[in-house]
């Protein structure tokens, strides 16, 4: 069910779910795709260098520094367009950022500067 966000009554009156729960979709779609083109970007523009002088030898420490900097520079831009449009964006997209990033980096092998180089 989807409901009118736009009533400015104190309740909740139900609209047509072709009409608010299309555009809805679509926001969310855009959403998605919004995010997994930031995160490529940041996979591709975020250097691990200061992680490995900060915190070697210990790998998992640089890892986690590492894909938390790339699900930090992911998801700024995304949260900055989505506040305000999409419920709860400033709280989650962050937690998104870094899901997609794993999805990128499981289901397609994008795996930045850490993949095989010939």
């Known amino acids: 069910m989807c409901w009118d ?3 400015r009554s104190a309740t909740c ?6 009409a608010t729960c299309r555009a809805d979709g679509l ?17 591709a523009s975020v250097d691990p260098t200061p992680y490995f002088q900060q915190y070697s030898p210990n790998a998992w420490a640089i890892f986690k520094a590492y894909l938390d ?4 520079q992911a998801a700024d831009p995304v949260t ?18 870094a ?8 289901d397609t092998g994008d795996l930045g500067p850490f993949g095989d180089h010939p």
């Open 5 to 7: 966000r736009n009533s």
């Open 13 to 18: 009156r139900f609209v047509s779910p072709l």
């Open 27 to 43: 926001t969310q779609i855009q959403y998605i795709a919004d995010l997994q083109a930031s995160t490529r970007a940041a996979i």
């Open 69 to 72: 900097a790339v699900s930090t």
């Open 80 to 97: 900055a367009k989505y506040t305000g449009v999409l419920a709860a964006a400033d709280v989650y997209t962050f937690l998104n950022a």
């Open 99 to 106: 899901a997609m990033l794993d999805s990128l980096r499981v």
